[in-house]
């Protein structure tokens, strides 16, 4: 079984810190990787993708991918109250079409 | 906004009845992907359908059926509505064959069965 880990959270931080966002899945051999945000009561909104090794940096977003390791990350740098949302990691894994499987999400608050 | 649209928004159905929920993809992208959001857990795929052909389905049981039009907008069919069947149904447009696999959700379609 193929599978997406996500701490549920809730995630706390401070206006203005950097919030760090944890993923790991279970096949060695995957190639594509997402983050989406879902803000309460709306749909996912993908905001980085990712598929080599190292960091992809996108405005106050960082996503940080390691294969060897089965884990993906995302760094939100200074933090905003508009940041708090549920982040979703989501993975194309190897062999699965283009089937995305998702974690949980963890639930990101940020204190003014 | 991503494009996609979906309708209807909000849907109460009784169980046993059957549902059919709709898709409008993004211009320019051939492939529709369908996913079930159960309340406080992630998406799950339900099927995706390429260039009017089922490309690939997760484990949902036969009464989940669709289509897709020569517009590329979709169709999500659920007979025989159970209770569980209650969450938010997400429509995700892409463009087929990219490598990359981006899918751009729309608002999705919250059903309630009573």
């Known amino acids: 079984q193929k599978e997406v880990e996500q701490n549920s959270g809730p995630l706390s931080v401070p206006e203005g810190a950097i919030a760090s966002l944890n993923c790991t899945y279970s096949?060695?051999?995957?190639?594509?990787f997402f983050w989406y945000r879902q803000y309460s009561g709306k749909s996912p909104e993908l905001i980085m993708s990712i598929y080599s090794n190292g960091d992809k940096e996108d405005g106050r977003f960082t996503a940080q991918l390691n294969k060897a390791s089965q884990y993906v990350s995302l760094l939100i740098r200074d933090s905003q109250p508009s940041d708090s949302a549920t982040y979703l990691c989501a993975v194309n894994f190897y062999n699965a079409g283009n089937m995305l499987t998702f974690g949980g999400g963890t639930r990101l608050m940020v204190k003014p | 906004e991503t494009g996609v649209t979906q309708s209807p928004t909000h849907l109460i159905k009784t169980r046993g009845q059957q549902v059919t929920l709709r898709c409008s993809s993004q211009s320019g992208h051939n492939t529709v992907s369908w996913y079930q959001q159960a309340l406080g857990q992630g998406p799950q795929f339900i099927f995706q359908?390429?260039?009017?052909?089922?490309?690939g389905r997760g484990n949902f049981p036969p009464r989940f059926s669709g289509l897709q039009f020569p517009n590329y907008s979709s169709e999500l069919n659920v007979n025989a509505l159970e209770l569980d069947d209650s969450a938010l149904y997400l429509c995700?447009?892409?463009?087929?064959?990219?490598?990359?696999?981006?899918?751009?959700f729309g608002p999705g379609t919250r059903l309630t069965v009573t």
């Open positions: 096949d060695r051999v995957s190639q594509s």
């Open positions: 359908y390429y260039r009017e052909e089922e490309n």
């Open positions: 995700a447009s892409s463009l087929g064959g990219q490598i990359s696999y981006e899918q751009y």
